[in-house]
């Protein structure tokens, strides 16, 4: 709920500005996963394939954070764009299943946060947090859970103030790491297997290059999510105009990171090598060139990473459902805020839910990956709609009425269409264990959903004209992928 200035106009008081959103944007992407880049993109891959991983993740999100970007400056009316987009263009219940299947990625997102940083914490005191999800790990993690929702409560303006110093300082020792790399690598070594064809002659036999492009790609479609912080939070904005240009910017600048981050390592050891670098790999790889301290370093950066993400994505966590409640596509108690017009039931709830998770990992026999891989596919639905819309705004004529001419339009439109491509390709590199739980998530928020269909109008039905075969889609989605469980096809 925002005032209202002596001049009549909205108040910039505790809203986020140019820097704060671009921190949203990079705090959001360079997480914890960052400090796992060496060994996760050398895990089944040489350094040619990985290059190519790179290019085609980087090339996709390009034209799905311009999507973006043009949909923030075409339609700076739809804040939370993230879900307001798909709503606009599809209707409600499109628009709900963007916002559950979003609100669901970054809950997962955090849980994971809670376990790559309760490993983290095992460096230092060894054995207390083993494979950050033991007892100990759960513990600690549900602390930070509602540390942070009482964090996000004290108001938008001190959560942003605190992610910029956090996304700050966790860049740091990335930097570190990236100079002292480039000092050291060999670059004989760097390109001697570029295709992974030596390994092909022993027992570590890569694959083909297809496979070694496909193997990493899930990991660098993780890297990029959050690339979309800022129009998230574009209801908290100073200045609209600003969210577009933070988004491009902290893509650029997270792309060079991860690169940088992912190559170099092959010039200071072989794939068969770095494969088998425990993480957070980073620590293990300048452990190899400095010694000790490098080790230490690189886990007290990833420590910090993770905390300042973790506020980040709290913050993103908070603003989806709250936008979906006062829009009415979610029960109108998330749109209720606080005095310091944080999102407080919105917040409360996404808490629960995160604690539920933190939960469940305890039982995982690699809750790290398992996170990892449901949050980036719980994260496609929402790409999905949101690229869709901007090439249907093209198509229809909406984007030269709201930008008020052709410019850009032809930029516009490749960014719609390829980004969209670019997503249906991401739920095949996904790999269906994961992608199958898209629908059955999707599925539990059924209620929620038909809750607020009835607040808005309890004599209509809550299903109307195209929401009745989107319903029967989702149906017979969940019914295919119950068959495939019962069948032994997708392993549990």
């Not at 209202?4 to 990079?26: C, R």
């Not at 200071?268 to 010694?291: C, E, R």
């Not at 264990?433 to 004599?459: D, F, H, K």
């Amino acid at each position: 709920m925002s005032s209202q200035n002596a001049a009549g106009g909205e108040s910039t008081q505790g809203k986020l500005g140019f820097f704060a959103l671009i921190a949203v944007v990079v705090g959001s992407m360079l997480g914890g996963g960052v400090y796992s880049l060496p060994q996760n993109m050398a895990q089944a891959s040489a350094i040619g394939p990985v290059i190519i991983a790179w290019l085609i993740t980087g090339v996709g999100v390009f034209f799905i954070a311009n999507a973006f970007r043009m949909l923030a400056d075409a339609r700076p009316d739809l804040q939370a764009g993230i879900y307001m987009y798909a709503r606009e263009g599809f209707g409600p219940f499109v628009g709900f299943i963007s916002a559950w299947g979003y609100w669901l990625m970054a809950a997962f997102g955090n849980v994971a946060f809670a376990v790559i940083l309760m490993d983290a914490f095992n460096y230092f005191f060894p054995g207390v947090f083993t494979g950050g999800n033991n007892l100990n790990s759960i513990i600690f993690g549900s602390i930070l859970i509602w540390a942070y929702n009482f964090l996000v409560l004290s108001g938008m303006k001190v959560s942003g103030i605190v992610n910029t110093i956090g996304t700050v300082a966790k860049l740091v020792p990335l930097v570190l790491f990236i100079v002292i790399a480039g000092f050291v690598m060999s670059p004989h070594m760097l390109v001697s297997d570029f295709w992974g064809h030596a390994a092909a002659k022993t027992s570590q036999d890569l694959g083909s290059i297809a496979s070694q492009v496909m193997s990493p790609m899930i990991v660098a479609l993780w890297a990029f999510i959050g690339v979309e912080g800022a129009v998230v939070l574009s209801g908290r904005a100073k200045n609209k105009s600003d969210v577009g240009k933070a988004t491009l910017i902290g893509f650029v600048v997270a792309l060079l990171v991860y690169v940088l981050l992912s190559v170099l390592p092959f010039g200071i050891a072989p794939q068969s090598v770095l494969k088998s670098v425990a993480n957070p790999s980073t620590a293990g790889v300048l452990q190899m060139v400095v010694g000790d301290w490098g080790a230490w370093l690189m886990n007290v950066g990833l420590i910090v990473s993770v905390l300042a993400g973790w506020l980040a994505w709290t913050m993103l966590c908070a603003e989806i459902p709250w936008a979906a409640g006062v829009n009415g596509t979610f029960p109108k108690a998330f749109a209720k805020t606080n005095k310091n017009a944080s999102a407080s039931v919105s917040l409360w709830v996404s808490s629960f839910i995160m604690q539920a998770a933190m939960l469940l990992v305890y039982f995982s026999n690699n809750a790290w990956n398992t996170m990892l891989s449901i949050t980036t596919v719980m994260v496609l639905p929402a790409y999905l709609a949101a690229t869709l819309f901007l090439f249907k705004m093209c198509r229809n004529g909406d984007y030269q009425k709201y930008v008020g001419s052709d410019k850009g339009l032809r930029l516009a439109t490749a960014s719609g269409a390829i980004g969209f491509v670019f997503c249906l390709f991401m739920f095949y590199a996904g790999g269906l264990q994961y992608v199958a739980m898209i629908p059955l998530l999707l599925t539990v928020g059924l209620p929620v959903y038909i809750w607020s269909r009835r607040e808005q109008n309890p004599s209509a039905p809550v299903f109307q004209g195209r929401e009745k075969m989107y319903l029967l889609v989702l149906i017979g989605l969940d019914i295919a992928v119950l068959a495939l469980y019962l069948a032994g096809v997708i392993k549990v």
